[in-house]
């Protein structure tokens, strides 16, 4: 199988979409609120795994041009996981309004813009670098 199409594969898989859907759905489903106007939850079940997906292609050409042997591969996984969280959570908070309207979060409330790229960190450096490396193993660099 083609590595870009592997990486793909890999970056949408369900151990990777799990965590970003019980995010979201928990406490919609939790507090029976409605979700933030213009989101509809149909929609992130399909377009978040496409997301990661291309962040994850992107991140293995990223690795091929050499940041691999520079950083490691875990390293540049990590920094892509905090770049896919800050810019969801810009996107969240600045189109859709996710932190007031589904966590009741005060309008100038940052704290979404810390813990997202730690959390997508975490998910990129640990899940997919474990699909990718190990589970499927993947060559390194």
């Given at each position: 199988?083609?590595?870009?199409?592997?990486?793909?594969?890999?970056?949408?898989?369900f151990?990777?979409?799990?965590?970003?859907?019980?995010?979201?759905?928990?406490?919609?489903?939790?507090?029976r609120?409605?979700?933030?106007?213009?989101?509809?939850?149909?929609?992130?079940?399909?377009?978040?795994?496409?997301?990661?997906?291309?962040?994850?292609?992107?991140?293995?050409?990223?690795?091929?041009?050499?940041?691999?042997?520079?950083?490691?591969?875990?390293?540049?996984?990590?920094?892509?996981?905090?770049?896919?969280?800050?810019?969801?959570?810009?996107?969240?908070?600045?189109?859709?309004?996710?932190?007031?309207?589904?966590?009741?979060?005060a309008?100038?409330?940052?704290?979404?813009?810390y813990?997202?790229p730690?959390?997508?960190?975490a998910?990129?450096?640990?899940?997919?670098?474990?699909?990718?490396?190990?589970?499927?193993?993947?060559?390194?660099?």
């Open positions: 199988m083609n590595e870009y199409l592997r990486a793909f594969v890999l970056g949408s898989s151990p990777v979409m799990i965590w970003p859907l019980l995010y979201i759905g928990l406490p919609h489903m939790k507090r609120t409605p979700l933030p106007s213009g989101l509809r939850y149909e929609t992130v079940p399909l377009a978040l795994p496409i997301y990661y997906g291309t962040m994850n292609v992107l991140s293995t050409l990223v690795g091929k041009m050499g940041l691999d042997k520079r950083w490691g591969t875990r390293t540049r996984l990590i920094a892509t996981g905090a770049f896919t969280g800050w810019l969801l959570s810009m996107i969240g908070r600045k189109v859709y309004n996710v932190p007031e309207e589904l966590f009741g979060h309008k100038d409330d940052t704290r979404v813009h813990v997202a730690i959390l997508y960190g998910i990129f450096g640990v899940v997919v670098h474990y699909l990718q490396y190990n589970l499927f193993a993947t060559k390194k660099g």
